[in-house]
C-alpha cells in the first residue's frame, strides 16, 4: 500500500550486528518502492556519515535513521543526543531499534527525541515484518520534509 506521491527515501541504518544488517536489507529488498539502504557499523561512522567526513564525504543526507543503541566507539544515545541537538539534522527522524527493553533505555531515548523506540524481535519473521512497517509507515503515512528545502 503507497501514495500516490510516494517517493523513494535514503534510510541510514546505524547497526554493528551483521545478522541484523542482513535482516534489515531482507525486510528493504522486498519493499516495492525502492528506497535506498544506506549502512555504518559504530557511532562514530554515523556521525561521519551524517558530517560528510572522510569517506562519507559524498554521502546523502538521511530521509530516516534506524538506530541501534549498543555500538561500538559512541552509544546510540550519544548518537540520538548529537542529531538531535544539530540544527541541521534535528528534523530527520530517528527511529531506535534495539534489543533492550528496558525501561530507562526507552525514557532516556524519548527524553533525547527520539521519534519511535522499537524493541527488534528475536524470531526472523517478526524482525523483517517490524522493519518492514516502520519502512511503510516512514514512506507511505507520514509526509517526511524534502531534502531541497531542508537544505537551504
Do not use: C, W
Amino acid at each position: 500500500m503507497t501514495t500516490p506521491d510516494a517517493q523513494p527515501i535514503e534510510v541510514l541504518l546505524v547497526e554493528d550486528d551483521p545478522g541484523d544488517e542482513l535482516m534489515t536489507r531482507e525486510a528493504f529488498e522486498d519493499n516495492k518502492i525502492g528506497n535506498t539502504l544506506h549502512v555504518v557499523r559504530d557511532g562514530e561512522e554515523a556521525l561521519d556519515f551524517l558530517y560528510r567526513r572522510g569517506a562519507y564525504a559524498q554521502a546523502p543526507t538521511p530521509d530516516l535513521i534506524l538506530l541501534d543503541l549498543n555500538l561500538p566507539k559512541y552509544d546510540g544515545r550519544q548518537v540520538l543526543e548529537r542529531i538531535k541537538s544539530d540544527p541541521d539534522l534535528a528534523h530527520i527522524p530517528v527511529v531506535v531499534l534495539t534489543t533492550s527493553s528496558a525501561e530507562e533505555d526507552i525514557l532516556r531515548s524519548y527524553r533525547l527525541h527520539a521519534n519511535a523506540y522499537v524493541t527488534k524481535p528475536v524470531d526472523l519473521d517478526q524482525f523483517i515484518a517490524a522493519v518492514r512497517q516502520i519502512d511503510e509507515f516512514f514512506v507511505t503515512v507520514v509526509r517526511l520534509p524534502r531534502q531541497d528545502i531542508t537544505q537551504r
